[in-house]
């Protein structure tokens, strides 16, 4: 039996790339099962999603602790530890970067590396950061367990019409563009890229919620998540066309949009989580979200 952990966020289609993936195995013939596991419901929250598969019934209900592979969706966390937590050695990392660096140095029984600028593709064919097909394109590629035209075939019973159409495309390109490498025992990177996040505090110590949490950190003494480490997209304001109406503070749903001192409204950084609908409700469209980078990316 295979086992397949499956790392994103909310809103990057983790749980239904587990789902097509499933379907794919099963397609071609083998015995296949998937469930997510939801930290916080929010958009941009960390999911993981896990998946088994096998020529034997699938009979675990476990969450994936010791994965074979390992996908990772969220170009912010391919840089995380935790993601590659319990790989087996030997183990193959699917990863949503252009840059072998981003991984760890402390994850050390990685056999086989496949990276893929998913979101770099997903933005130009479906018009979106949603990396899943595209990632799915990849691991068909990396790992040759299903075949493309049978992942095509499984997307179709997920989606219909323009959004099937810009999601084919997106999953044959990770197919064709994804690079993969062989490990070397000595890996030797540079440690500013090994951590790209933008808070060093990324990890579920504070206080212990299970692996795949994110960003806690205590602020005058109360614990809060750092929702800033799940942002890709940033609000940018133009001074010019703002009229300082502060509707944007009004809407954003972490209360994060601030006056400065200038009278202008900014985002608290450690805690936008780049939803973007401060730029949607602004009656000025004095904001643009602006695609960040991500150290190494
Ligand atoms: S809603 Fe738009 S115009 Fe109003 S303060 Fe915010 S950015 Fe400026
Ligand atoms: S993108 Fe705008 S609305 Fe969303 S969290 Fe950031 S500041 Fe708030």
Redesign the pocket.
């Given at each position: 039996m295979g086992e397949i952990r499956i790392h994103g966020r909310g809103g990057q289609g983790t749980v239904i790339a587990a789902e097509i993936m499933a379907t794919a195995f099963v397609l071609d013939g083998k015995y296949a099962a998937s469930f997510p596991f939801f930290g916080q419901e929010r958009r941009g929250a960390p999911v993981a999603a896990f998946v088994r598969f096998g020529l034997e019934p699938v009979r675990e209900k476990t969450r994936v602790y010791n994965p074979d592979i390992v996908i990772v969706l969220d170009r912010v966390q391919a840089g995380n530890p935790i993601c590659y937590a319990g790989l087996k050695e030997g183990g193959m990392a699917i990863i949503n970067s252009r840059h072998e660096e981003i991984v760890p140095l402390s994850v050390t029984n990685l056999e086989l590396l496949a990276t893929a600028d998913a979101t770099g593709i997903s933005l130009q064919e479906i018009g979106l950061p949603i990396t899943n097909s595209c990632m799915l394109g990849a691991f068909a590629k990396a790992t040759q367990l299903v075949q493309l035209d049978t992942l095509i075939y499984a997307i179709e019973e997920f989606l219909k019409g323009d959004m099937l159409v810009r999601n084919k495309r997106a999953l044959q390109r990770g197919f064709h563009e994804v690079a993969i490498k062989r490990q070397e025992k000595d890996r030797v990177f540079n440690d500013e890229i090994t951590n790209p996040t933008p808070n060093d505090n990324f990890s579920a110590a504070v206080p212990f919620q299970s692996p795949y949490e994110s960003a806690w950190a205590e602020v005058q003494k109360l614990v809060t998540v750092r929702?800033g480490e799940w942002?890709f997209?940033?609000?940018v304001l133009d001074k010019k066309t703002c009229r300082q109406c502060g509707w944007?503070s009004l809407?954003?749903?972490?209360?994060?949009?601030k006056p400065g001192e200038d009278g202008y409204f900014y985002?608290?950084l450690n805690?936008?989580?780049?939803?973007?609908?401060?730029?949607y409700?602004c009656p000025a469209q004095a904001?643009r979200?602006v695609m960040e980078e991500v150290g190494g990316y």
């Open positions: 929702t942002r997209i940033a609000p944007c809407y954003c749903p972490l209360g994060c949009m985002p608290d805690y936008c989580k780049g939803c973007g609908i401060c730029a409700e904001i979200m």
